[in-house]
């Protein structure tokens, strides 16, 4: 079982960064697909960034316009995403997922049901 952990999330100007991570526990991400998704207020929660278990595909929302970056450490026990350029219509609850896959499946999900685990949410605000 997988228990995941984001934190970094706060308030920001227009235009600052932030870093969220994500951490996991009770085993690492090994064989995890990991992606962020983010809920603003009276919002359906959206894909933000997934990448495949192995961490040769990584797929963006397309709204995002290369301001986000995401990563995963090499122990793959923690997920990061960096946020630049930040926006007012970024804030949101910036929420981690990971879904458990087999080693032949290299596929990017962008749904919220296909993940297995979430984190309990950090977050982010940005002022105008």
């Known amino acids: 079982q997988v228990q995941l952990l984001e934190s970094g999330g706060g308030s920001v100007q227009a235009g600052g960064s932030l870093r969220l991570s994500c951490a996991a526990s009770?085993?690492?991400?090994?064989?995890?697909?990991m992606a962020w998704f983010r809920q603003a207020p009276g919002k359906e929660r959206e894909f933000v960034v997934g990448?495949?278990?192995?961490?040769?595909?990584?797929f963006y929302a397309d709204s995002l316009k290369g301001r986000f970056t995401a990563s995963r450490d090499s122990a793959k026990t923690t997920w990061y995403l960096q946020m630049n350029g930040l926006e007012p219509e970024d804030t949101a609850v910036y929420y981690c997922?990971?879904?458990?896959?087999?080693?032949?499946?290299?596929?990017?999900?962008?749904?919220?049901?296909?993940?297995?685990?979430w984190g309990q949410g950090t977050q982010v605000t940005v002022a105008s």
């Open positions: 997922a990971a879904r458990q896959v087999d080693n032949s499946d290299n596929y990017v999900y962008v749904g919220t049901s296909e993940y297995h685990h």
């Open positions: 009770g085993r690492t991400l090994t064989n995890c697909g």
């Open positions: 990448m495949t278990w192995s961490g040769s595909h990584t």
